[in-house]
């Protein structure tokens, strides 16, 4: 019992320790000391980028990027209209709307959907659960959080910016849509990079006065 309660001693004070390198050195100012500085979670790991990006022999279970990092093979709940307790809300959307994530969004989730560890890179199992961070916990119901993976339709919705005409801080919209659809990276900045006025919760925008909601929504 003793040794059990001293594990898990263990693994919240590594969170905690993780969570000590978040204060972060402010924005713009790259992983190091961001919230994505893991590099304190598992023992003797020196280097930042390794839990996402390898140089060589990548997991490869991206396809691309030099992906490093496990796979999740979970399927999620994704936004809805809850059409099917109020027809009237299947009229606000749009977009066309994958029936799961795609592109860079099933990246954040292979982390951010708590079904594989943190440390799960370069083919390890991994120790560290996302549930040691539960806020950043997302878990597998989206129906609740804003819908990814869905067309920037600013045609057929007219509340929607002109794309060509929204700019997110240090970046265009038009220069991060994936095959036209906005994902995680639309409002979040993985790397907290140089250009970046934000750095909590990683950001492109700031949300005093919703300014970033308000980037694409003309409300
Ligand atoms: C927590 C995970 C994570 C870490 C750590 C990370 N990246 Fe990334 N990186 C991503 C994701 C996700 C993408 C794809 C989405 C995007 O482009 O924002 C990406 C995309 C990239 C790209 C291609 C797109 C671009 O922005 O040019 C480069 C290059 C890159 N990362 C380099 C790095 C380097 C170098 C480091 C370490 C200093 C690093 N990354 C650390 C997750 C990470
Ligand atoms: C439409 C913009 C938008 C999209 C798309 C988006 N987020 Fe967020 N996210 C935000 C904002 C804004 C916050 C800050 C909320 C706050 O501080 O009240 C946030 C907060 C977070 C947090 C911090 C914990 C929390 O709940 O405050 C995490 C983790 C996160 N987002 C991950 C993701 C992931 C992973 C995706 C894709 C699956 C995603 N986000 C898609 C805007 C977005
Ligand atoms: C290798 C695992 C991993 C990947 C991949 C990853 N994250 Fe994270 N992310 C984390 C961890 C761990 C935390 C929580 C750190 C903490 O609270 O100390 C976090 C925190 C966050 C936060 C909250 C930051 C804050 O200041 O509260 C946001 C937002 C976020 N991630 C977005 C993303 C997005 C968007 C992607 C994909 C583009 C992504 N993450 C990919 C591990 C990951
Ligand atoms: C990068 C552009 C972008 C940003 C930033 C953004 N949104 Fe969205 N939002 C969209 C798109 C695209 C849709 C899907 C609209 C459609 O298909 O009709 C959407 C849908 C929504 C919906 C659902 C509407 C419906 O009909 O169900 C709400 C509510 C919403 N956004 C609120 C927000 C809030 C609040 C913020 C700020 C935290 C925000 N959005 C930031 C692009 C964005």
Redesign the pocket.
């Known amino acids: 019992m003793k040794k059990v309660s001293a594990i898990i001693f263990a693994i919240i004070f590594a969170a905690m320790t993780a969570g000590v390198a978040v204060a972060g050195p402010g924005p713009g100012t790259?992983?190091?000391g961001s919230k994505?500085?893991?590099s304190g979670l598992v023992p003797g790991e020196v280097?930042?980028?390794?839990?996402?990006?390898a140089p060589h022999n990548g997991t490869g279970a991206a396809g691309g990027?030099?992906?490093n990092?496990s796979p999740s093979a979970a399927t999620y709940n994704m936004y809805t209209e809850e059409a099917a307790s109020d027809p009237a809300f299947a009229n606000f959307i749009n977009g066309a709307q994958d029936a799961e994530p795609t592109g860079?969004a099933k990246?954040?989730l292979s982390?951010h959907d708590g079904t594989v560890a943190i440390d799960a890179y370069g083919g390890a199992a991994g120790t560290v659960n996302m549930t040691a961070f539960p806020n950043a916990n997302l878990g597998l119901d989206l129906s609740d959080d804003h819908p990814i993976s869905i067309v920037y339709d600013d045609a057929a919705d007219l509340g929607l910016f002109p794309k060509a005409a929204v700019n997110l801080g240090a970046v265009n919209l038009t220069d991060?849509l994936e095959n036209d659809k906005i994902?995680?990276?639309a409002c979040?900045?993985?790397?907290n990079?140089p250009g970046e006025t934000v750095d909590a919760p990683f950001v492109r925008v700031t949300m005093t006065g919703s300014a970033l909601c308000l980037r694409c929504h003309d409300k």
């Not at 280097?47 to 990006?53: T, V």
């Not at 979040?188 to 790397?191: G, K, T």
């Open positions: 790259g992983i190091s994505h500085d893991l280097q930042l980028c390794i839990y996402c990006h990027l030099l992906w990092h860079s990246l954040c982390c991060i994902n995680c990276v979040h900045d993985v790397h990079s």
